[in-house]
Nanobody, 112 residues
């Protein structure tokens, strides 16, 4: 399984970013995003299954949208109304027949 994440960067508070993670090498049941801020534990952010059912941590509900593209092999996290508290390294995680795999992480920094 290979994962290629992209889309991180620096944005001002209130701005938007779009993260994507292209997966290959298996069939992926659930695709999700986690994040880890400096000095904090890794945190679940959002997930989507093959049917398109989604789930979010409370802190991002109404601001973030998770979706799948490319016949379900790419997971996208559209992040709007970003806050400084969203600053973290974001990781895509996929579940597949062989287990789970983590992407390399992409940095998101929200700062003025």
């Amino acid at each position: 399984v290979q994962l290629q994440a992209s889309g991180g960067g620096l944005v001002q508070p209130g701005g938007s970013l779009r993260l994507s993670c292209a997966a290959s090498g298996s069939i992926f049941s659930v695709m999700s995003w986690y994040r880890q801020a400096p000095g904090r534990q890794r945190e679940y952010v959002a997930a989507i299954n093959k049917r398109g059912d989604t789930n979010y941590v409370d802190s991002v509900k109404g601001r973030f949208t998770i979706s799948r593209e490319d016949n379900g092999n790419t997971v996208v996290l559209q992040m709007n109304s970003l806050e400084p508290e969203d600053t973290a390294v974001y990781y895509c995680v996929v579940l597949h027949r062989e287990g789970s795999s983590w992407g390399q992480g992409t940095q998101v920094t929200v700062s003025s």
